[in-house]
């Protein structure tokens, strides 16, 4: 039989530390009923300590999440540890993760410890942390660049302590699969009590490498790999959960393990981490790129016809891509259009969220002829972020002409109260977000435009994504509609409205991370 490879997802963590990732509450929980459909095993929802809006969006998945294991981040330090601890108390079933570096540059220059000390602190966080659950995970900062004898002392140690997961991570993304599998393997061999722990591995992409790292890590003995959503992360990001799952179900004749991943619900949840981060997925990007199943060439396609595994080695619908859909429309009724978001992991909470989403669907589907799954997704992804807005569009009048200037005429209700103004730009959308500043006033810098076609034709939505930046903060709009303009200022308020919401939250990016 094969053994279990434990699926550690830390998109709304690790991930959330992309700069411009940043979630809200709302928006981490729905991810992690996305995690969970996906029977992802464990979900690192934050880092409790970080701030108090850290702190409530772990507890709110704590309290969301029945089937997934919750885990919380916390340095190897008592403050840190009571506070996850605190967080993840809803839980049905938790996990307490705690860290300190390893790696000499590291404990030299970042803690000015002693190997000794870090040693220490190692232990007697996990001994901390037992008080509280039976399931903690140690993590050795910088693993990849650490001295092995030290190294394995401190596994050793940890074990000792009763960590019941040890991970090993590359938290720079500098090793090499050879090496990493090596460094792996050694570390089980040498550690005397090596068996008493699951072995993890956390692998950053700097040189594109962490789904390559970690499946060597895997296939030298380790049995948890720590991944996110498509392979969100800081820097380069992380290993690709997609990516990791994929290979080892589809190299089975290499893996002696499996996953308990639903591979269905991936592209389900690839979609929704996209639409709520503001990352598009690459057309290329591999399992969830609008192209991974895709064939142009006439070879290729000759080749598909005649058996498909002449150029697939993978199902597309085992991953969440499907060929025959049902073909929704403006005559639609509301069991379809409930039928078709089930069938594509979209869960409304009650009868009321369904008939408000029902009604946005009639009017879009006015708009255009067919509605598409990714337009589904929009849809409901831009009514989760209206329950959170003060600023909302009222009306926008633009007027673009050869010759002339753009301008723009827009309507805000601010608070309840309508506000007129009007701004020429070097565009409508310029004219447009130019005539809202002089509203707001915000003092906002744009650091991102970026615009996509959901589906293709001329009648296809229009999916914006904006990220603004102020004295250091950073967030991320979206914006939805056929009409590009609209999609754009939809995309600019999401986002403002996130700048000047009352704010407790300490960048991710701020707190030391593996």
Aim: aromatic share 4%; net charge negative.
């Amino acid at each position: 039989m094969s053994e279990r490879l434990v699926i550690f997802d830390t998109t709304l963590r690790d991930g959330e530390q992309s700069p411009g990732a940043s979630m809200t509450c709302d928006e981490k929980v729905r991810i992690a009923h996305a995690l969970e459909r996906l029977k992802v095993d464990v979900i690192e929802a934050g880092f409790p300590i970080a701030s108090p809006d850290d702190f409530n969006a772990v507890k709110a998945v704590a309290e969301a999440v029945s089937d997934s294991r919750v885990c919380g981040l916390a340095r190897a330090l008592q403050k840190d540890i009571e506070r996850a601890a605190l967080a993840l108390k809803p839980a049905r079933a938790s996990r307490i993760h705690t860290f300190i570096a390893t790696s000499p540059i590291h404990m030299r220059e970042k803690l000015r410890m002693s190997p000794e000390d870090v040693l220490e602190s190692a232990v007697k966080a996990v001994r901390y942390a037992r008080q509280f659950t039976d399931d903690v995970e140690f993590s050795a900062e910088d693993a990849g660049r650490s001295d092995v004898e030290f190294l394995g002392r401190v596994m050793e140690a940890v074990i000792g302590a009763g960590a019941r997961t040890v991970n090993i991570p590359d938290t720079v993304g500098y090793n090499l699969p050879l090496q990493f599998g090596e460094l792996i393997a050694t570390l089980m061999t040498r550690v005397p009590n090596a068996d008493k722990a699951i072995w993890s591995v956390h692998c950053h992409n700097d040189l594109g490498l962490a789904v390559a790292n970690s499946l060597a890590a895997v296939m030298r003995g380790a049995r948890q790999v720590e991944c996110t959503i498509n392979g969100l992360g800081e820097r380069a990001g992380n290993a690709a959960l997609e990516e990791i799952v994929m290979a080892v179900r589809t190299r089975r004749d290499l893996f002696d393990c499996d996953t308990r991943i639903d591979t269905t619900q991936i592209v389900a949840a690839s979609r929704l981490v996209s639409t709520v981060t503001g990352f598009a997925v690459q057309p290329n990007k591999a399992i969830v790129g609008a192209n991974a199943f895709a064939h142009e060439a006439g070879i290729h396609q000759d080749g598909v016809i005649k058996n498909r595994e002449t150029y697939e080695i993978m199902r597309a619908e085992d991953v969440g891509w499907t060929a025959n859909r049902m073909v929704l429309g403006k005559h639609s009724g509301r069991n379809a259009f409930r039928t078709r978001l089930a069938e594509i992991g979209i869960v409304l909470k009650d009868d009321e969220a369904l008939n408000e989403a029902f009604a946005r669907f009639k009017d879009l589907a006015d708009k255009k002829h067919e509605i598409f799954d990714e337009d589904l997704q929009a849809l409901v992804s831009e009514r989760a972020t209206e329950a959170v807005e003060s600023v909302r569009l009222g009306s926008l009048k633009v007027c673009s002409e050869t010759g002339t200037k753009p301008v723009a005429e827009v309507t805000l209700v601010v608070d309840g109260q309508p506000r007129q103004v009007a701004a020429e730009g070097g565009g409508p959308v310029d004219a447009a977000f130019r005539a809202i500043e002089k509203v707001m006033a915000t003092g906002a810098n744009l650091q991102l435009y970026a615009v996509n076609a959901i589906t293709s034709g001329t009648d296809a939505q229009g999916e914006v994504t904006v990220r603004l930046e102020r004295e250091g903060r950073i967030v991320n709009g979206n914006g939805a509609d056929t009409d590009i303009v609209i999609a754009s200022v939809k995309a600019y308020l999401n986002a403002l409205n996130k700048l000047i919401a009352p704010h407790e939250r300490t960048h991710p990016q701020s707190s030391r991370a593996i």
